[in-house]
Every structure is written in structure tokens, then in C-alpha cells.
């Protein structure tokens, strides 16, 4: 069969996270629902880990030179957006903003991974306050859940409001923050509320709370909203698109063992099943 090839540019999103060998969360999350939603990933590898889809046992961070070098090699590509994930160390983070200022006016969408699903520690005191110094005066959107926008705004603020405030007060663009974990008091058991924060106004989604917990949402959302900023969408719409194909990843997603269930953000493939001769 003669060998095709497609021509049309495809907006391009460089990923710098972790990787997980399970697939759900970091590098290969992001990478398929970057593809899922329209764009092509470049992965850089900021950590690799020892995980499953129930905890994560260890971190073991790339050199920043590694990482330096890695998306200096991508010199081809037209970067249209950039996705930051895991950052696991101090020399990471440096090599992290290095990379990224050489893309300057690029959308940098950034998910503050500092705990893992199962409860282990991915960060550490001095970690967070470089990345509140470091990075956040790069973001143009930030995706935490409510416990990292506390650890990252703060012990001193209570609200959630005052706590992007406070993040934004650091140069951060906008602050989407996600519900998908235990719903907070006064608000349905049964909806996820996301919420999206920015200098002018905020805006909320709800969604049907699906059973169970998942492992990589974060991700997925993350590399979702990347992927539809890359292709040109306003920033309220690509927050709405991306927890809409979030929602769909989960709703489809596939629980391996006894822990937490993965999101297939290939659903809409068919399944391939065995065809006997």
C-alpha cells in the first residue's frame, strides 16, 4: 500500500510533565488527549515515576539539562501552546522556565501536580514557593483542584476567591479551579463545579458527579484546554471544550484493578476485537 502523507499544518502543543507507565496521567495522558482534541503533542519528560493506578511509589526527576536538550531538538515545530504537568525538583523547574521563555507570547497552560491521587507527596515547601516565584508569572492559566490552590496561594486565605486573587496578584493570567474531588460544603453531592477566575469576571460549569474516583483527570483536562487554546479557541470556550471531553474521557474510562479507574480519551475509536481466521 502507497504510503500518504498529511499536509495541513496541525497546531502543536509541547507537553513537559512526567511520565507514568500506566498511562493514566502525565506524558501519555497528554499526549492523547492532545490528538483527541485536534492538535499534535511533543512530550519532554520532566520526571519519570514508579506508579500504578493507585499510588505512585517514587519520583525520580530528569536533569535540567536533559530537558534543556530535549526541547531544544524540537526546533522544527511551530509551537502554538505548552503544557507544563509534573515538576519534581528545583533543577527541573529551573529548565522548565528556561524552555518556556523561548516561546514567548505561546499559551502556557499548567496543572500544579504536587500530590499524587493516592495520597503521596510530589512537592515540597521549597518547590512551591519557586513555582509561585518562578512560574507563575508565566501562566496564562492554571488548572488546580481546591487543595493545591490552597497549598499554592497560602495557609492564610480561606476563600477560594481571595485565593486566586492572591495568584493572580503573582502575575498568573487566569485560574481555572476544578470540583472533581469531594464536593464543598453547600454545593450538590451529586455536580462537579468548575470554576474559572480571571482579572475581569468568573465564570462556573457544573457537570453530573460520575461514581468512583479517576486517575488523571488533571491531566486530561490540562492538556485538553492546551490543545483547544493551540487551535484557536478563546480561552472560555477551550475551558468549557476541554471539561466537556474530560467529562466523556472519565464518563468512558477504565477501571484496570481494585483502585482508581483510568479515562479512555480514545473513546470515540471502535474497539478492536479478535477475528479469527
Not at 7 to 33: I, K, N, Q, W
Not at 100 to 118: E, N, Q, S, T
Not at 131 to 145: A, C, H, Q, Y
Request: glycine share 8%.
Amino acid at each position: 500500500m502507497a504510503a500518504s502523507s498529511e499536509t495541513r499544518e496541525l497546531p502543536v502543543v509541547l507537553v513537559l510533565a512526567g511520565h507514568d507507565p500506566c498511562g493514566g496521567a502525565g506524558l501519555v495522558a497528554d499526549s492523547e488527549a492532545i490528538a483527541a482534541c485536534g492538535a499534535w503533542a511533543l512530550t519532554v519528560p520532566t520526571a519519570l515515576t514508579v506508579q500504578n493506578s493507585a499510588d505512585v511509589a517514587a519520583v525520580l526527576p530528569c536533569a535540567g539539562e536533559q530537558i534543556r536538550r530535549m526541547a531544544a531538538a524540537l526546533g522544527e515545530f511551530r509551537v502554538a501552546a505548552i503544557k507544563v504537568g509534573l515538576v519534581a525538583s528545583l533543577e527541573a523547574l529551573d529548565a522548565v522556565v528556561d524552555v518556556i521563555k523561548r516561546y514567548p507570547g505561546v499559551p502556557l497552560v499548567v496543572d500544579p501536580v504536587l500530590k499524587a491521587g493516592g495520597g503521596r507527596e510530589l512537592s515540597t515547601a521549597e518547590l512551591v514557593d519557586a513555582f509561585r516565584e518562578r512560574l507563575l508569572p508565566l501562566v496564562d492559566i492554571l488548572t488546580p483542584n481546591r487543595d493545591e490552590l490552597a497549598r499554592l496561594a497560602g495557609p492564610e486565605l480561606e476563600d477560594e476567591t481571595q485565593r486566586c486573587v492572591e495568584l493572580l496578584s503573582l502575575g498568573c493570567q487566569a485560574v481555572l479551579v476544578t470540583g472533581t474531588d469531594s464536593p464543598e460544603a453547600g454545593q450538590p453531592p451529586d455536580r462537579v463545579v468548575h470554576t474559572l477566575h480571571t482579572p475581569d469576571n468568573d465564570r462556573q460549569w457544573q457537570w453530573p458527579r460520575l461514581a468512583g474516583s479517576y486517575h488523571g483527570s488533571g491531566c486530561t483536562l490540562a492538556a485538553a484546554l492546551a490543545a483547544r487554546l493551540a487551535v484557536g479557541e478563546p480561552l472560555a470556550g477551550a475551558c468549557e471544550q476541554a471539561q466537556d471531553f474530560t467529562w466523556q474521557a472519565l464518563k468512558h474510562g477504565w477501571r484496570p484493578g481494585e483502585a482508581q479507574a483510568l479515562p479512555r480519551r480514545l473513546w470515540r475509536h471502535p474497539d478492536w476485537t479478535l477475528t479469527a481466521e
